[in-house]
């Protein structure tokens, strides 16, 4: 396995735009970071303008404590004054670029209402309508969400959504979709690619097809706050408009986590600014990276979780039915070979709504404690004496 941490990070040059691009590539590279901390070792991918771009949806439809819950981790609300107008220019100015298409959508359940004015910020940001599904046939609903993103990711993501996934609980399911192929400016000759090894964090060795071109590249050393020295190299894609820029230690022993720590839209405003142009050999494996991840454990983390939480999340400006966020869910899939790069990346927000249950069921494993009650008759804040805890499961599981 290699070990490389890759952020579908889409940048514009357009100066009017550059507030919300930044914000949104600040919150998304947090969460990157937060997803890198948990995956030591192993491959990350992410797509910080999918994870902005569901949770901008939800932050639409957001009021109270989950507003500001979610307005202070994303640095940014498109409930502001004109900030919807930016959103809806950034999504216009990506999807115009040949190499680049992006899409969001929103499927809710055919019998819950949707607020007026939830509707209309979504048209005006995302230029999205609600697309009413019938959850009550949860195979069916997933089924048609996988559809939609195959369709609006080129075929690359056909099955987003595992069977199993949603549930007839399930109320709303806010998507984004997006697809990159950009030929390399230069391209790599397949004549030069050799087998080599690879040497991965962990002290193994896997051998790789390495690509070699020797061109001149736009490059730059620097260095972390704590002292890491790095390299930057930028592989520009066929028009210039945009590029990969391929970021690695100097000294083998140190771990990607440490310069991912560092990850900013001011550190890769830096990096633009500093970077000169050089004659180089560039060797870079071929690859093909598929991730899939479900980020409620680093939102939770980022002090999100008020909206996890059906008896405190406030989505009042969405619809009157209580909501709650259950997984923010992403998929990715990127190969990188000698004549370019395939990207695509899906993105959802599933919300749900629990009805009054008229019957447990224990029919998964449980925990069961076996308390002295009448402990708490001596004093207030005493606590019930737990004679017995145990967890419990058929020996069957």
Known sequence: MLCVYTFLLLTLSGAALGSLQDKQTDFGLKVFLMLARDSVDQNV???PYGVSSVLAMAQLGAAGNTRKALTAAMGFSL????MSRQQRLLQRDLSSEVAVDTASGVMVERKMSLEKGYRRALFKAFQSHPNQVDFNKPDQAVSIINSWVSDHTAGAIPEFLAPGSLTDETRLVLLNALHFQGLWKVPF???????RMFHCANGSNVPVHMMTLTNRYNYGEFVTA??????VIEVPYEGDRLSMLLVSPFEPEVSLSTLSADLSSKTIKQWR?????????LAMPRFTLNSEVNLKAALLKMGLGDMFNLATADFTRMTDERLCVSKVLQ????EVDE??????????AVMFSRMA???????RPFLFLIQHKQTVTHCEDSIPVCLTTAAHAPHTC
């Open 331 to 334: 998929k990715v899939k990127i």
């Open 273 to 281: 600014r500093e970077l000169r142009s050089v004659k180089r050999q």
């Open 45 to 47: 991918a992410l797509s």
């Open 339 to 348: 004549l370019g790069t395939k990207g695509a990346a899906a993105t959802a």
């Open 357 to 363: 249950v008229e019957e447990i069921t224990l029919d």
């Open 189 to 195: 000759d397949s004549k030069l690619t050799q087998e």
């Open 226 to 231: 704590d002292g890491i020295d790095y390299d």
């Open 79 to 82: 409930q502001e004054r004109g």
